[in-house]
């Protein structure tokens, strides 16, 4: 059974501060991992999907790396700002499920 | 396309009631999911559905839950009598199931079961 653990379970930092958000996964065989971000009463916003034959994939400030064999994945944001306080997630395409980790509450205080 | 559309965004009703979400997934995907998130779980996988048919419901917590995809672009989760441990942010998502698969959530339904 595919299980998905993220640390930090929280976060709160200055501005400015670049960011390393963890994600681990306990069965390998893969067919994606997707990035989300959840604002506080919204939904989900996917951030980055990163297939199983790349390592990484970057989309302005973020960058996300995935190292299938070794079952992890993190998420870098570059100089972060208070409008990226929200809570990530990150989730496995598993043959055909969705599995979630159990987020990083993040807070980039001015 | 206008996204997964989910509705009601926020549904309030007594113990015993029938409650019944609806989601329209993005046209084109073939697969869609329905998630549970509460503070104490965070997001659980409750059912998903492979063109039209259920393929894994090992997550519906009791039989009070049960879903349906009657066509590509609509499916309902109902939850009959509702409990107010029932209560919880229920999203539907989709996707098109393959290599570049992508998810694509819905806003939520927010349900309160007093």
């Known amino acids: 059974k595919q299980e998905v653990t993220q640390i930090p379970a929280a976060l709160s930092v200055p501005e400015g501060e670049n960011l390393v958000l963890n994600c681990s996964f306990t069965d390998s065989a893969i067919y994606n991992l997707q990035w989300f971000r959840q604002d506080p009463g919204k939904g989900l916003t996917s951030l980055l999907l990163?297939?199983?034959?790349?390592r990484e994939q970057t989309s302005g400030r973020l960058n996300a790396s995935l190292d299938k064999s070794s079952g992890r994945s993190t998420l870098y944001i570059a100089a972060s700002q208070p409008g990226d306080s929200a809570t990530y997630l990150c989730?496995?395409?598993?043959?055909?499920?969705?599995?979630f980790g159990t987020g990083t509450r993040l807070q980039v205080f001015p | 396309d206008a996204g997964v559309i989910q509705s009601p965004r926020h549904e309030v009703t007594e113990m015993g009631q029938e409650v019944t979400l609806r989601c329209k997934p993005i046209?084109?995907?073939?697969?869609l999911f329905w998630y549970r998130q509460t503070m104490m779980r965070g997001l659980e996988l409750l059912i998903y559905?492979?063109?039209?048919?259920?393929?894994?419901d090992s997550g519906m917590p009791e039989d009070r839950f049960s879903a349906k995809m009657p066509n590509a672009s609509f499916s309902t989760l109902k939850i009959q009598p509702s409990e107010p441990r029932d209560s919880a942010v229920y999203f539907c998502?989709?996707?098109?199931?393959?290599?570049?698969?992508?998810?694509?959530f819905g806003q939520g339904t927010r349900l309160t079961v007093v």
């Open positions: 559905f492979n063109n039209n048919v259920p393929i894994d």
């Open positions: 989730a496995v395409h598993n043959t055909d499920k969705l599995i």
């Open positions: 046209s084109g995907h073939n697969s």
């Open positions: 990163i297939q199983s034959s790349q």
């Open positions: 998502a989709s996707s098109f199931v393959g290599a570049n698969t992508e998810a694509f």
